[in-house]
């Protein structure tokens, strides 16, 4: 049967202050006190009723905890030896509904539910595979559940006993205070069994190690740091928890001719000395073979020929990127004699009118003389 509400017994209001309620409680227990109602048997209720609500209003913490909870939220020990759940125990199914724990007073068993660890796998590709995409294999180890005692980590023909410390339900409770907290058993480490005769397989974990090979679809545009997920594909949960997942992080290989920036790539141009200055044409690799660019007269180094859509189109990406091709303008090396003969002349030449020939240079010649001169 519920209780009466503690403010309807002493027949007083929700504020009543200390001395309403002394003054309610004095009457109600003259008027049902045992001694002076032989005959009733009711009388010994009602006068247990009104001095536990009148012990529970007069407690400041208990009252502020029978206001916000209700009957739940107090700790008072009945009259005659009888007694009714708590703060604590208020407190302690609530956290035993999040943790997964039983009840204190005899809920039904049930040990802790782990999910299995994310496992990490890094995947080293080509920045072409990474351009077009592929599909790839890979081996990796993880904790699977042992087969020899399907997980429950005892010696086939026998059986895990119940924690004799949780009672199997893989949690304790810890009173601090007013709060009762629930935390892991450190016996049987959540799993609310303890293993007398462990299995010879997986030396009574229920797991043991195993590697299995996956089948990875990479798709196009995958960049550096870049994550696939497979579901479940990570270690095996404990006690029928669900397994984790996998992530396979993408690692692009450097390359010998090009760099990426998100979707664009970049690339050096070598130019001869000669077609920089007279003009011509050249190929370059892309990733889709080869193009050709016009080189005009009188190119510079670190001029930047840019080719439209010869980048990659990245994963969240509606269009390609760029190639951008970067002129590296190469001084001549293992020079015979008539080329270091003419070369000797072109500048001969080239030096009679140096601002017109080699505007930067003479440029950069005033502004230290200038510097000097201050």
């Known amino acids: 049967m519920a209780k009466k509400d503690y403010y309807e017994v002493l027949g007083v209001n929700r504020d009543a202050s200390e001395d309403d309620l002394k003054k309610s409680y004095r009457k109600l227990a003259m008027k049902w006190h045992?001694?002076?109602?032989?005959?009733?048997?009711?009388?010994?209720?009602?006068?247990?009723?009104?001095?536990?609500?009148y012990e529970v209003l007069t407690d400041a913490q208990k009252r502020a905890a029978y206001d916000q909870f209700g009957h739940a939220g107090v700790d008072q020990a009945a009259g005659a030896g009888a007694g009714f759940g708590g703060f604590s125990d208020a407190f302690g199914d609530i956290f035993g509904d999040i943790f997964g724990g039983g009840g204190a007073g005899g809920g039904r068993q049930r040990s802790t539910v782990f999910r299995g660890a994310d496992l990490r796998y890094n995947l080293e590709i080509s920045l072409e595979d990474a351009a077009r995409g592929t599909e790839t294999r890979i081996r990796i180890p993880a904790m699977e559940e042992c087969e020899t005692c399907?997980?429950?980590?005892?010696?086939?023909?026998?059986?895990?006993?119940?924690?004799?410390?949780?009672?199997?339900?893989?949690?304790?409770?810890?009173?601090?205070?007013?709060?009762?907290?629930?935390?892991?058993?450190?016996?049987?480490?959540?799993?609310?069994?303890?293993v007398a005769s462990p299995c010879g397989t997986c030396s009574g974990s229920g797991r043991v190690k195993k590697h299995k090979t996956l089948a990875v679809k990479i798709p196009a545009g995958v960049d550096d740091g870049d994550r696939i997920r497979l579901s479940g594909e990570?270690?095996?949960?404990?006690?029928?928890?669900?397994?984790?997942?996998?992530?396979?992080?993408?690692?692009?290989?450097?390359?010998?001719?090009?760099?990426r920036d998100n979707n664009d790539l970049h690339c050096e141009m070598p130019v001869s000395f000669s077609t920089a200055a007279l003009g011509g044409e050249i190929e370059i690799p892309t990733l889709d073979g080869y193009a050709k660019i016009k080189i005009p007269a009188e190119t510079q180094s670190g001029k930047i020929f840019r080719l439209r859509g010869k980048g990659i189109k990245g994963v969240r990406s509606s269009t390609h990127?760029?190639?951008?091709?970067?002129?590296?303008?190469?001084?001549?090396?293992?020079?015979?004699?008539?080329?270091?003969?003419?070369?000797?002349?072109?500048?001969?030449?080239?030096?009679?009118?140096?601002g017109r020939h080699n505007p930067r240079a003479q440029s950069w010649m005033d502004r230290v003389k200038a510097f000097f001169a201050e």
């Open 321 to 354: 990127g760029d190639l951008l091709c970067h002129v590296v303008v190469e001084t001549p090396v293992n020079l015979t004699a008539r080329q270091k003969e003419l070369l000797q002349e072109f500048e001969s030449i080239s030096s009679a009118d140096a």
């Open 34 to 53: 045992p001694d002076r109602n032989p005959d009733n048997p009711k009388a010994e209720e009602n006068f247990k009723e009104a001095k536990e609500a």
């Open 150 to 194: 399907r997980g429950n980590g005892a010696k086939p023909g026998t059986q895990p006993t119940t924690c004799t410390t949780c009672g199997g339900h893989g949690q304790v409770r810890m009173q601090q205070g007013f709060f009762s907290i629930q935390q892991t058993c450190p016996r049987c480490h959540g799993t609310g069994k303890m």
């Open 234 to 259: 990570g270690e095996a949960g404990v006690n029928g928890g669900p397994s984790g997942d996998l992530y396979v992080v993408m690692q692009i290989k450097p390359h010998g001719v090009f760099t």
